[in-house]
Structures are given as C-alpha cells and as structure tokens.
C-alpha cells in the first residue's frame, strides 16, 4: 500500500452508503421475525462455533465503519481541519452513540435495576472512537501492526491461558473462555446470555479489529489511483483475509459470540469482497437503482436502527384483542395456509419496510441525522 501522490480525494461511494444502509436493513430483519419459534436457520445466529449470513451483518457494518472514517477524516485533514476540533467531535458522537444504546434498552419502562451495559451500539461507539483516534494519531502501517497484536493476543488469551477451576480454555464449550469468564467476573448489569455477553469486555477488542481492517481497505481506495488495479487489490486482500480466516478457524474457531481473530479475518474478507463487488457494480459501471433502499437506510443508519428498535414497543408489546400485532399476523397467515417461517420472514421484511418510511422522509427531505 503506497500513499498517493496527491492529497487523498475522499469521493462519495454510493457503493459504500448503500452497503451502510443494506446492513441496517438486514439487521431490521433478522431482529424482528413475526415469531422467534418459527424463524429459517439463516436468519438465527450460530448457537456458538460457526457462521451464518446473519452472523456476517454485524461484523459488516463495523468494518464500513472503518471504511468511513478513511474516507471522511482524509477529507478533512487535508482541507485543514484542527485534531483538536475533531477529537471533541469523535467524543461527542461516541458519547452519543453509546447513550443512545442505553436508552434503547431501557426503553419504554426505564428499570435502571437491569441495565445493559454493553450492546450493539455501545460496541459501535466504542469501535468508532478507537479506530477514529487511531487514524488521526497513526499511520498504516502503525496500524496493520496494531491490529495484528491485537488479534493475536486474543487468541493465545482466549485460546491457551489457563482459567481458574477449568484450566485450558475448551472452545468447544460455551462459555469455557476468558471472554464470558471477564464478562461474567466484572461486568455489571444485564447479560444477554446471563453470565457472559455478546458484545462483552474482552471481545470488544477484536471487533476494533474488524474497524481497523474497514480503515486499512479505505485508505487502499484513497491511496490506488487507478480504478482497475485499486479493484484488483481490493479482490486480492479480500480473498486472502476469507482464506485466512478459514484457515485459522482450524486452531481458533469462527465464533461471532467472542469474536474470535478467525472470524474477524473471514467475515471482513467478505465484507471487502462484497465492497469490491459493489464498487465495481455501483460506481464504476453505473448500475445505482437497485441500491435506493440501501441508500435510504444508509442515509440516517443510526437513526433507522433505534427507530427499528423502540417501534417494536407497538408491534411487539401492545395488545390488541389480547394479541400483539406480530401474533395477529402469525396467526392470520398460517391460517389460510402459509408455512409458519415464511409468515414470520415476510413480518419481518414488512416491518423493515415499514421503517424504511420515516427513513425515506428524511432522505427525501434531505435531513440527516448526524448521531
């Protein structure tokens, strides 16, 4: 990777945005089936080892996150902007993100008794700040450097030091790994999984990880001025990372719960793959009609997500007739004949169309909500 000879050009990627707002609608999706006891394998996540399509859509969006802060920070260093007006900014938008995942999980009745404190969107928070900090204060290769520390040390934690009353970790086992044990050890509050956490203390770090990698392939784009070879490597690095990954998988499994090192190189193998894909496909041969949803949702992410999130109250929780929404739904469905997963898929694209609406308000209206 060389840097350009000029300064780095940060052009808008439809591709990108739309890849942005793709996985936010995928999220939409797989969090709000019609029925949880009637639900296609896919569209669950792994009980443990392994990977479905639905286990790629997180480890995605944290490696677009990466990808942005790329394109967006080059921009405004190179117009001149001051680091100190941008850590406050950094700050600030995480502080929000992470508060704004507080409040979705403590809303509608606000039990501050049980609250989780980690999640989805205070894991964004806390990827955005490191990898944002360590754009502006590191070069790339500093951060290759980084990066594989991190990952490595991960595994001979998780994978080899001993833990007390259990000895060698056995990651075939839930649970029987530093990652839930810290979790459980220290982390106050609600867990997801009752004594460890998806979104936990020690898995954290590898899912920076996954953002360094996203800042790596958007300072690839800046750097490779040439289309075609800049899509050639794109491909190359994306290949080799999958492969990576499922190499590794054999000595450290691919496990979206701890977020293994192997399922960070697999899934952000993939995510450069679908990049690449999309790039060539969108931007460089024009082909941008099928990604209006994607571009919608990618317009104000953070905003359709926590919106997805506190509409479940009414489609979810309020009772009509003594029934829910989704229930009146399921049951009018398979009632006159469909098969109970297809009822449950076709709530929950419906729902994510539903607040595709608010989102396409606010694009049409050319607001966007800066989180």
Same mark, same amino acid.
């Given at each position: 990777?060389?840097?350009?000879?000029?300064?780095?050009?940060?052009?808008?990627?439809?591709?990108?945005?739309?890849?942005?707002?793709?996985?936010?609608?995928?999220?939409?999706?797989?969090?709000?089936?019609?029925?949880?006891?009637?639900?296609?394998?896919?569209?669950?996540?792994?009980?443990?080892?392994?990977?479905?399509?639905?286990?790629?859509?997180?480890?995605?969006?944290?490696?677009?996150?990466?990808?942005?802060?790329?394109?967006?920070?080059?921009?405004?260093?190179?117009?001149?902007?001051?680091?100190?007006?941008?850590?406050?900014?950094?700050?600030?938008?995480?502080?929000?993100?992470?508060?704004?995942?507080?409040?979705?999980?403590?809303?509608?009745?606000?039990?501050?008794?049980?609250?989780?404190?980690?999640?989805?969107?205070?894991?964004?928070?806390?990827?955005?700040?490191?990898?944002?900090?360590?754009?502006?204060?590191?070069?790339?290769?500093?951060?290759?450097?980084?990066?594989?520390? &991190? /990952?490595?040390?991960?595994?001979? *934690?998780?994978?080899? @030091?001993?833990?007390?009353? #259990? $000895? !060698?970790?056995? %990651? =075939? +086992?839930?649970?029987?790994?530093?990652?839930?044990?810290?979790?459980?050890?220290?982390?106050?509050?609600?867990?997801?999984?009752?004594?460890?956490?998806?979104?936990? &203390? /020690?898995?954290?770090?590898?899912? *920076?990880?996954?953002? @360094?990698?996203?800042?790596? #392939? $958007? !300072?690839?784009? %800046? =750097? +490779?001025?040439?289309?075609?070879?800049?899509?050639?490597?794109?491909?190359?690095?994306?290949?080799?990372?999958?492969?990576?990954?499922?190499?590794?998988?054999?000595?450290?499994?691919?496990?979206?719960?701890?977020?293994?090192?192997?399922?960070?190189?697999?899934?952000? $193998?993939?995510?450069? %793959?679908?990049?690449?894909?999309?790039?060539?496909?969108?931007?460089?041969?024009?082909?941008?009609?099928?990604?209006?949803?994607?571009?919608?949702?990618?317009?104000?992410?953070?905003?359709?997500?926590?919106?997805?999130?506190?509409?479940?109250?009414?489609?979810?929780?309020?009772?009509?007739?003594?029934?829910?929404?989704?229930?009146?739904?399921?049951?009018?469905?398979?009632?006159?004949?469909?098969?109970?997963?297809?009822?449950?898929?076709?709530?929950?694209?419906?729902?994510?169309?539903?607040?595709?609406?608010?989102?396409?308000?606010?694009?049409?209206?050319?607001?966007?909500?800066?989180?």
């Amino acid at each position: 990777m060389t840097a350009a000879s000029a300064p780095a050009k940060s052009p808008r990627l439809v591709s990108l945005d739309a890849l942005r707002g793709f996985t936010i609608a995928a999220m939409v999706i797989v969090n709000d089936p019609g029925s949880w006891s009637s639900v296609y394998w896919p569209l669950l996540h792994a009980e443990w080892n392994g990977c479905t399509i639905t286990d790629l859509i997180f480890p995605f969006f944290l490696f677009i996150v990466g990808v942005s802060i790329a394109l967006a920070y080059s921009k405004r260093l190179d117009a001149g902007a001051e680091k100190k007006s941008l850590y406050r900014k950094i700050l600030i938008r995480s502080l929000n993100i992470y508060l704004l995942g507080l409040f979705l999980w403590l809303f509608p009745d606000f039990d501050f008794s049980n609250i989780r404190w980690v999640g989805v969107l205070p894991r964004i928070a806390f990827v955005f700040l490191a990898c944002a900090l360590l754009f502006l204060n590191t070069s790339w290769k500093q951060q290759i450097k980084i990066g594989a520390v &991190i /990952l490595i040390l991960y595994y001979i *934690i998780v994978a080899y @030091i001993p833990m007390p009353g #259990i $000895g !060698k970790p056995d %990651l =075939s +086992v839930v649970g029987q790994n530093w990652a839930c044990h810290l979790d459980n050890l220290i982390l106050p509050g609600y867990l997801w999984q009752e004594t460890w956490d998806p979104e936990g &203390i /020690l898995s954290t770090f590898p899912a *920076i990880g996954s953002g @360094i990698i996203g800042m790596l #392939i $958007g !300072k690839l784009y %800046l =750097s +490779v001025q040439d289309e075609n070879k800049r899509l050639v490597w794109l491909y190359f690095i994306g290949f080799s990372m999958f492969l990576a990954g499922g190499f590794w998988n054999w000595f450290f499994p691919i496990n979206k719960n701890i977020w293994t090192s192997s399922y960070v190189l697999y899934t952000s $193998g993939l995510g450069t %793959l679908g990049l690449a894909t999309c790039i060539l496909v969108v931007d460089m041969w024009g082909y941008k009609k099928w990604t209006f949803l994607g571009r919608v949702y990618g317009a104000n992410a953070i905003t359709s997500y926590v919106l997805a999130g506190m509409l479940t109250v009414v489609f979810y929780g309020m009772k009509i007739g003594g029934a829910s929404l989704n229930e009146w739904f399921m049951s009018g469905l398979t009632t006159i004949g469909f098969h109970a997963k297809l009822a449950s898929l076709l709530y929950a694209v419906i729902y994510m169309l539903i607040i595709f609406i608010p989102a396409y308000i606010l694009y049409r209206k050319k607001i966007f909500i800066k989180v």
